[in-house]
């Protein structure tokens, strides 16, 4: 089957689809993929096919056929073909509640070099990594992820991503409510914190700050009355947030000032990297080209501090998808400059590097 014929049948399913005729439409699409030796057409056709065993809950077929999809991708060797693919492998994870994986293949989604499909997908790789983060409950890395997909659904008028950011919005609120039922039946006084700051960042991502300002200064009494100075820093990075929005600058680099001398205090180089690039932001807003700069210098002195380099060739770990070897002595090399190395002693401390893991 030719590349006009592919593309002919293809639009035949989608006709058929769009009228409920699922099954016929199903049965078309399989027999192009048999059939056609066109690649893109095949791609087009899996993600047909991914779809339609999506919309329909079959999700063990879903996957199989966003497996098959990652190598075709792979063949054609286009970097748009391998985000679309990669992102439908971690939906289908998503679906069987494989939340690790799915964030693990979103990771490689936002790891891919710029495309053109990345402004359009970017939205829909943050949400699905948001529902995988609510899966395991982990509440705050998944609202950093809903606000991720909503900017995305507002930057480019995307009605459909914004409607599915808004359910998923209201599961993690309903869980979150019910964590804090839980957390206030057992004097949990921790985790009813964590609840008051998530509740605190939904009304301020909604735009609500009347609401989400109460919850802040209550989550912040118990972060303070238990001694949870990093949970503390999250508080005041929220309030930072809500002042931008408000515009009240100097209120918020006030907020920003304090958090910083916080995590400063616990040595959280993370929060550190926000606070600076937050501050960027007020300076910059605020025409103050020194303090402007400062921060820049700090935010990137923060990111050298945080990343990982190899020992032999002095390149950053994890910009590429490199494979690692770690040697019992705990130190990490790229595995190719270890073979170019030649030696099979650690490099760094001489140690035998017997049975070495890989990563």
């Known amino acids: 089957m030719g590349q006009d014929q592919t593309k002919q049948q293809i639009e035949k399913g989608l006709q058929l689809y769009q009228s409920n005729q699922t099954e016929k439409a199903l049965h078309v699409w399989t027999k192009v993929l048999e059939k056609s030796a066109d690649l893109v057409g095949r791609f087009r056709v899996l993600g047909c096919l991914v779809t339609a065993h999506s919309e329909m809950g079959r999700y063990k077929e879903m996957l199989k056929f966003a497996v098959v999809q990652i190598d075709t991708a792979r063949e054609l060797e286009d970097a748009d ?44 790789v943050s949400l699905s990594m948001g529902n995988a983060f609510l899966g395991l409950s982990l509440f705050q890395k998944a609202l950093e992820s809903f606000e991720k997909a909503l900017r995305y659904a507002h930057n480019n008028d995307d009605a459909m991503l914004e409607c599915r950011v808004c359910c998923s919005l209201g599961s ?49 009494s118990i972060m303070t009355e238990i001694g949870n100075r990093l949970g503390q820093v999250q508080v005041l990075l929220g309030v930072a947030k809500c002042w931008i929005a408000r515009k009240a600058l100097d209120k918020a680099l006030e907020a920003i000032e304090k958090a910083q001398d916080l995590a400063e205090e616990v040595g959280n180089k993370l929060s550190q ?23 820049v210098v700090r935010f990137h002195e923060c990111v050298e501090e945080t990343e990982l380099y190899c020992g032999l060739c002095g390149e950053s770990i994890g910009e590429r998808n490199s494979r ?18 030649g030696t099979r002693s650690c490099p760094n401390c001489r140690r035998s590097s017997m049975k070495p893991g890989f990563v």
């Open 324 to 341: 690692l070897q770690a040697l019992p002595c705990s130190h990490i090399f790229h595995l190719r400059c270890l073979h170019n190395n």
């Open 172 to 220: 993690f609120y309903a869980q979150v409510k019910e964590s804090m039922k839980i957390a206030l039946q057992h004097g949990d006084r921790p985790l009813q914190a964590l609840c008051l700051l998530c509740f605190a960042d939904i009304h301020r991502s909604r735009g609500d700050l009347e609401t989400a300002f109460p919850r802040y200064d209550s989550a912040m």
């Open 273 to 295: 990297l926000k606070l600076h690039c937050l501050s960027e932001g007020v300076y910059r807003s605020k025409g103050l080209q020194r303090e402007l700069r400062a921060h």
């Open 81 to 124: 073909f391998l985000l679309e693919s990669y992102l439908n492998l971690a939906r289908s994870n998503e679906k069987l509640c494989e939340f690790h994986k799915t964030i693990s293949y979103c990771k490689t989604c936002l790891g891919l070099p710029g495309t053109r499909a990345g402004a359009q997908l970017g939205g829909q």
